[in-house]
């Protein structure tokens, strides 16, 4: 603790004298690191609580080395400005403000200023700084930036509208990163941009088809994609086709025969059946096989839903045994 508190010292002296000299430009740096000296010696003042937020086995290194990964913004870092007290990080916000007032652009101020902002809770101020932030960054920390910025206004703000060009923009830098994608598709759907979550929900199942090891994963997004023809585009044929296109990927999962179900309870299967019929040929192919077996089932059936579903289910199994 003692060489912490002689390096604080130290850079206050180097401050003070470059003030004298007025040779702003170099003031933001130093103030940048006299804040992370500051919260370095607050988390080891509050090494027990830290400790206690991270796990009681973290070294001071591992400790400080996590603080440093929070203020430089790496999503992986873990909370150690949440475990310090407040005089400690008030003291090292007061550092940071005043390097952005010498260095409007020094980009470290503005990540420190993120994330002591966050933990404080104070989202509209987060949003200045990380619009600010988007600015100086390039590459994929310019896409997480953006990304951050959305979830912000989306789940701190309740401001989903303001969310979504934010979502738009780091994919610019993201490409279609599924966990992108699939807050895109989310925010879509509480909008009812029903088009533009097809457009996502389409790119999360190409996405989720080339990887054979997690079925599950496209099921879901095929299951979403039923969900959004039924109730936003009321197009319950095409909503039909992608439970079909579930059932062949993944034939025993409960809930696509219970949406299937539904499905059949509610549409006449005289409606149905004409539109599937003049489905495109790629996406024809892809059910074929099921919906013959769905068709046998209504014939036997017809009606009757639980009992068509019953059938069809077992004939399903039974295929995917073979």
């Not at 004298?17 to 933001?28: F, G, K």
């Amino acid at each position: 603790m003692q060489a912490w508190e002689a390096v604080f010292d130290d850079l206050g002296l180097l401050l003070d004298a470059i003030r004298t000299r007025y040779e702003p430009t170099l003031l933001a740096p130093l103030q940048h690191r006299m804040a992370v000296v500051c919260l370095r010696r607050a988390a080891l003042d509050d090494l027990e609580a830290v400790r206690k937020s991270l796990g009681a086995g973290e070294t001071q290194e591992a400790v400080l080395r996590q603080l440093d990964k929070q203020l430089e913004g790496d999503p992986s870092a873990r909370p150690v400005l949440e475990a310090i007290r407040p005089t400690g990080r008030a003291q090292a916000m007061q550092l940071i403000n005043e390097a952005l007032e010498g260095d409007p652009d020094h980009a470290p101020s503005l990540r420190a200023a993120v994330a002591l902002a966050s933990v404080a809770g104070n989202w509209p101020e987060v949003v200045t700084w990380l619009e600010r932030l988007t600015h100086h960054e390039e590459g994929k920390a310019a896409g997480q930036t953006w990304q951050q910025l959305g979830d912000i206004h989306w789940r701190k703000l309740s401001a989903p509208k303001a969310a979504r060009p934010c979502y738009v923009e780091a994919r610019q830098y993201l490409g279609d990163e599924p966990k992108l994608l699939d807050k895109q598709l989310k925010l879509d759907l509480e909008l009812e941009n029903w088009e533009d979550a097809i457009q996502t929900c389409f790119g999360l199942i190409a996405h989720m088809r080339r990887r054979p090891g997690r079925p599950e994963m496209a099921v879901t997004y095929m299951l979403t994609m039923g969900e959004i023809h039924v109730y936003g585009m009321r197009q319950p044929s095409i909503a039909l086709a992608y439970y079909l296109m579930a059932m062949d990927t993944l034939p025993d999962y409960d809930l696509t025969y219970t949406l299937l179900q539904e499905l059949l309870q509610t549409n006449p299967w005289a409606e149905l059946e004409p539109r599937l019929d003049a489905l495109p040929e790629e996406q024809a192919q892809l059910i074929a096989q099921p919906l013959d077996l769905l068709k046998a089932a209504i014939g036997t059936h017809r009606d009757n839903a639980p009992a068509v579903v019953k059938t069809f289910r077992e004939s399903m199994s039974s295929r995917a045994r073979r």
